[in-house]
């Protein structure tokens, strides 16, 4: 066994941690029962959020806009206060910090390396006000109850959650032979019908292309989700909680990768759950998920060796998401030796802010908010940390989220962002991290954590200050890679 594995499933081991005797058994051990989130201070819910999610687009789109027509500087200042009021940068901070201090302080550090993988799969874009309200409780709520379950239950809340139907805008699809699409025609309004989520459901979070589907799968399947949206009312706008509304569901039968699914004359919603089981349980996409699984936690090519334990354990359990993920650790495992892993930059970060014992992220006390002024600077750091290292988690840019691939993140520009971090760290506004690590126990912490901890030890011998050392250890190719 490398001791790589602590880092390639989890965030290292710091100096106050013991070295379990069975490696395997400690990561094993943490997967079985959902871990808490460890924030004692206010946690929103997401029904709350996406209230003054409603709150601040109804005001700022029917109100202010209105109010301020032809005053622009009047509808900046009034704005400006209306995001202060309904925490719109605030609560984007607070769930980075909730991430964090889960990450750091539940002693399940490997459950929530699996709740940052599915929250990548299932990623939110960077849209409307999605990661100021949505984005975090989505992770919170959804995602990270359903852990130790089946695929095709995640597959299924994921895909009807609020957060997803709006990021892949099936609200806006009206089955063209719908009781809606009639009312519509018939007053000479157009009907549209929108492809995002359906096919993002068959490439992205299921079959992939691989499964060889093709346009007329899409479609089929785009239809066959008419009627699931997020109803439209004047003083909430478009943020009610989704429902499925038969008036907008497109009748009849429906063909998908050769099997036909029918309503039977009722009004279609079970539809959904119907072709969510089967799309879970598809070839296909057991193989693209076991792969990107492996690719996440061992190589970023993983050979067909590595993945094929992952399928059978889905195979054997229907998608039993504790035994996929065992079986997931179990490869890492027998692998951790001789196939590292280049680190995305959160993970490294906090295997960074893990070992060298920073006081991160902001404590429950430092996060109260006054919601009325801009949130202070202990408020802001980690998301200010993780933009500085390119990777918001709440805010990819395509719907396929990060990368997991080295080349992605292994340029000048982003490995300087991390240098940049380390000296800020080292020398430099202390007290914004507050390492507790001395310079004394760097041998024992790396002894715990490096195999090849001899040579390291050298390295970072040839420097004269301990600010140095440490930035040279957590720069090193050793630190990049687990």
């Not at 992939?208 to 346009?215: E, F, H, L, R, T």
């Not at 920073?358 to 202070?376: C, G, H, I, T, V």
């Not at 408020?379 to 395509?398: S, Y």
């Amino acid at each position: 066994m490398s001791k790589s594995f602590f880092r390639k499933v989890a965030y290292g081991l710091n100096i106050e941690t013991e070295l379990p005797n069975s490696p395997l058994d400690w990561a094993i051990s943490q997967i079985q029962n959902v871990a808490p989130v460890a924030w004692s201070g206010n946690i929103p819910t997401g029904e709350s959020l996406l209230k003054k999610n409603a709150s601040f687009i109804y005001e700022n789109r029917k109100v202010l806009r209105v109010r301020y027509k032809n005053d622009a500087l009047g509808y900046r200042n009034a704005r400006r206060e209306l995001k202060f009021k309904l925490g719109k940068e605030y609560h984007e901070y607070l769930e980075y910090a909730i991430r964090h201090s889960t990450a750091l302080k539940n002693k399940a550090p490997v459950y929530e390396r699996f709740v940052n993988f599915w929250a990548n799969h299932f990623a939110i874009t960077d849209k409307d006000e999605l990661p100021n309200y949505i984005t975090g409780a989505m992770h919170r709520e959804i995602i990270r109850p359903a852990l130790t379950g089946s695929f095709e239950d995640l597959l299924f809340n994921t895909t009807t959650s609020w957060a997803m139907i709006h990021n892949l805008d099936n609200s806006k699809s009206i089955g063209p032979d719908s009781r809606k699409a009639q009312y519509r025609s018939q007053r000479g309004k157009t009907v549209t019908i929108n492809e995002n989520h359906a096919r993002e459901l068959l490439e992205l979070h299921t079959v992939s292309p691989n499964a060889g589907y093709n346009q007329g799968d899409v479609v089929q399947l785009t239809y066959l989700m008419t009627g699931w949206r997020h109803p439209h009312s004047k003083d909430r706008l478009e943020c009610n909680p989704v429902t499925f509304d038969w008036h907008f569901h497109q009748p009849g039968s429906f063909k998908i990768l050769g099997r036909t699914y029918d309503d039977g004359g009722g009004d279609g919603e079970s539809m959904l759950r119907d072709v969510i089981r089967e799309l879970a349980q598809h070839e296909h996409c057991r193989k693209f998920i076991s792969f990107k699984l492996c690719r996440h936690f061992i190589t970023d090519y993983p050979t067909d060796e590595m993945v094929k334990p992952v399928i059978m354990a889905w195979e054997d359990t229907n998608g039993n998401l504790k035994s996929i993920h065992e079986a997931v650790l179990n490869q890492a495992f027998k692998y951790s030796e001789n196939h590292p892993k280049f680190q995305n930059p959160e993970d490294w970060f906090l295997q960074v802010a893990n070992l060298w014992e920073l006081s991160w992220p902001a404590s429950e006390k430092d996060m109260q908010y006054n919601f009325k002024e801009r949130p202070n600077k202990k408020m802001r750091r980690v998301r200010g940390v993780l933009k500085q290292l390119g990777h918001l988690p709440f805010r990819p840019k395509q719907p396929n989220g990060f990368s997991d691939l080295e080349a992605d993140w292994l340029s000048p520009e982003l490995l300087l962002r991390r240098i940049s971090l380390l000296n800020t760290i080292a020398n430099h506004r202390r007290a914004n991290f507050q390492p507790k690590l001395k310079i004394e126990k760097i041998p024992e912490l790396i002894e715990k954590n490096f195999d090849n901890h001899r040579e390291i030890l050298a390295l970072i011998g040839q420097s004269s200050y301990a600010s140095d050392k440490f930035i040279s250890l957590f720069a090193s190719k050793w630190m990049l890679r687990a």
